[in-house]
């Protein structure tokens, strides 16, 4: 066999010539400005205490270390679900160390639910959960006093990574929470939804939990963009766009299971159907780029013609990709 070729090594960033950020005697220095002396007081009436106020060493905003009461701290609403393995470990953790050391991020958010929680957080659910199992009465938190910070759940959350349909899911929860409030375009949100593709398939996910989205997100991430409507108007053609997808992905779930019926068995069948209707799998790099509609109609118009009979075990053994998730 011929040997494989040595992976090339992904060459590591360089530090940064000029330093930036505040010295560590700057991060107290000055001081906090109006709103953080009124989160204090907040704090305070929930029953919490505050333990410093510092300025984070990047940039200089300014944060809080608080204490609160674990009862009125909550995960935002359009959290992913807990894993139960993670969990687990983190309670046999905390619990064996006898120690929890790693403070969440919280917001305060203006409207409390009638649970009585005030406090939200983007970035630690696993952990305020396993605090909660082992019966602990504070959790503390680093407190940003901008309330905005909730929304940037997929840039903070770093303690366990999700998969495609989590992140889908957060992202159409939270673009319809802030469809809500009525607030900015989807392009105002660039950095809290991370990618267009991921509303459209947030969209699918929920109309169908067992979408098998992975098959379509590389199309899909190059040529859903950004609209640069309302998110109130956007939602609509965003349903739109996943009503196409799930159209075709019915078209491409037929072509699947004629395969399966001539016997051939993989858990790509879906993932190379997709890639064989794929218009922008070969497309010269000179082309002008395809849009979504002209991409999804494309795709629906290759899926019809597709004729699984013309497929031998040796095409789909040279093949690979996403695993088919309903599978």
Known sequence: MPEKKARQKRRRRKPAVASTGLSPVELQAGTPPADVAELERSVERDGGKLLGAYREPYAGHWVMLAALPIEKVGPTPFQRNLSDAHLRRLENVIGKVA???????????????????????????????????????????????????????????TEKAHNLRERALEVIKMYQELA?????????????????????????????PRFSGGAYHPIL??????????LRAGLETRRER???????DGLVVEKVDALKAKGLTSPYLKSFVV?????????????????????????????????????????????????????
């Open 99 to 157: 120690r929890f050391l790693d403070p969440i991020i919280v917001v305060r958010t203006k409207k409390p639910d009638e649970e009585g929680v005030h406090y939200w957080t983007p970035n630690g659910h696993h952990r305020l959960s396993a605090m909660r199992t082992l019966g602990a009465k504070t959790i503390t938190a680093l407190l940003v006093p901008q309330e905005s910070v909730a929304y940037q759940i997929l840039a903070l959350n």
């Open 180 to 208: 809500r409030l009525g607030d900015g375009n989807e392009e105002s949100y660039a950095l809290e939804f991370e990618e267009a593709a991921l509303i459209t398939l947030g969209l699918c996910y929920l109309q169908r």
């Open 221 to 230: 991430r190059r040529v859903d963009q950004f609209l640069k409507r309302s």
């Open 242 to 248: 996943a009503k196409a997808v799930l159209e075709l």
């Open 275 to 327: 890639a064989r209707i794929n218009p922008i799998r070969f497309r010269p790099k000179d082309a002008s780029p395809l849009g979504f509609d002209e991409t999804l109609e494309r795709m629906s118009k290759a899926a019809a013609k597709f004729n699984p009979d013309k497929i031998k075990t040796e095409d789909l053994a040279r093949s690979g990709g996403v695993v088919d998730e309903s599978e």
